[in-house]
């Protein structure tokens, strides 16, 4: 276990916030994750999110202080931030809009800033200039910004951040495939896939992620005999025109909506698809490759970096090419068994949690530790 470093005024806990915002699911179960293992190594952790991120995320059962401040669009929640922020020794934000109300609650004061940040906010038109707005001022007020992706970190440099890192986070809790208790046979009756390929797709029905390739593709091979089947679990504003697509064009698609049986739906799917427009360290696709279940993606954001060759990449926005990888992958058993090969051996190269607690406690203490005097 890393040892706590002394603090800069002699006492011997580190006092560190951690501020969440709306909090994607893959950053609320980072925080979590980090604010356990921080806890496990004696440093005192502050969490301040929403209360419905509690209730979910349980920041409380790891051991940490929760402080209730409300998502971005309450006015209060700046002032509930420099409260929960009056005794800390280090504030540590976790995307854009969570980071931007810590710079703000700490304006004037003289605590280090450690920003994440986890993804890319997808604005156009004239949201995108103050997008660029917001990112320059986030990324100058921290001391450090962790980028989980090194495309991330690329941008926060380009948006003026003084020092920029590659801080790639553990996925905790893994879905990895169930073990024999489940019958994925049974579930493919239920999906109405049984005797024909299986296809997973996975989060929410929102325009960046790419399902209108997805359905694109799905028109390739609705003629064959038997067609491939694409379930997606998720839901969101495009319910209604996908819905209405899959059924005005006949595809072998089917919206599941909010699943909690993702485990389950990995183990019954003989091929995961990602078709979506960015992604930093997509969770489904480092879920696929601990199911060993082969992965279609596009080769987009960290894609690339976190898969290295144990996926099918094909570019974002090509439906023919979607539908040409993933009907190769089908039609080619050793291929399949290859990936899941590389999968395994790629899974076991991306660093667990204690690893990444260890990484962003060393930067912690880099930035509370005393400098000695010139």
């Given amino acids: 276990m890393t040892p706590v470093s002394s603090h800069p005024h002699g006492q011997s806990t580190l006092r560190t916030v951690q501020v969440l915002g709306g909090g994607s699911a893959g950053s609320s179960a980072h925080v979590r994750s980090l604010a356990a293992g921080l806890v496990a190594r004696g440093v005192r952790v502050t969490v ?74 997808r604005v156009e038109g004239a949201r995108a200039r103050l997008l660029r707005l917001l990112e320059r001022r986030v990324a100058r007020s921290a001391a450090v910004v962790l980028g989980t992706s090194s495309d991330l970190v690329d941008r926060a440099r380009r948006r003026g951040a003084r020092d920029a890192r590659l801080a790639p986070a553990a996925l905790p809790g893994t879905r990895t495939a169930p073990g024999d208790e489940s019958d994925p046979g049974k579930l493919r009756a239920e999906l109405g896939a049984t005797g024909r390929p299986l296809m997973l797709a996975v989060g929410p029905l929102e325009r960046h992620r790419g399902y209108d390739v997805l359905l694109d593709a799905a028109r390739a091979w609705r003629l064959l005999d038997p067609a491939p089947f694409v379930a997606v679990a998720g839901e969101g504003d495009l319910r209604g025109p996908l819905q209405r697509r899959i059924e005005d064009e006949d595809l072998p698609v089917r919206l599941l909506g909010r699943r909690d049986d993702i485990a389950e739906l990995l183990g019954a799917a003989d091929l995961v698809v990602l078709p979506g427009r960015w992604e930093s360290r ?44 993933v009907l190769r992958l089908l039609g080619d058993a050793g291929r399949r068994d290859e990936l899941r090969r590389k999968g395994e051996a790629q899974a076991a190269t991306w660093p667990t949690e204690d690893q990444t607690v260890a990484q962003v406690l060393s930067v912690y203490d880099e930035l509370t530790q005393p400098r000695p005097m010139g």
């Avoid at 279609?296 to 979607?322: F, Q, T």
Wanted: glycine fraction near 8%.
């Fill in 48 to 121: 301040c999110a929403p209360a419905e991120a509690e209730r979910e995320y349980d920041f409380s059962g790891a051991g940490a202080d929760h402080a209730h401040v409300p998502r971005s669009s309450d006015p209060s929640s700046v002032a509930a931030l420099r409260v929960a922020c009056a005794d800390a020794d280090l504030v540590h934000a976790h995307g854009l809009h969570a980071s931007l109300r810590a710079a703000l609650a700490l304006s004037g004061r003289p605590v280090p800033l450690v920003v994440t940040w986890h993804n890319r906010a």
């Fill in 282 to 325: 997509s969770v489904l696709a480092q879920e696929a490759l601990h199911a060993r279940v082969p992965l279609v993606a596009s080769a987009v954001g960290g894609i690339p970096d976190l898969v290295g060759d144990a996926a099918e990449l094909v570019p974002y926005g090509d439906a023919p090419a979607l539908a040409a990888g």
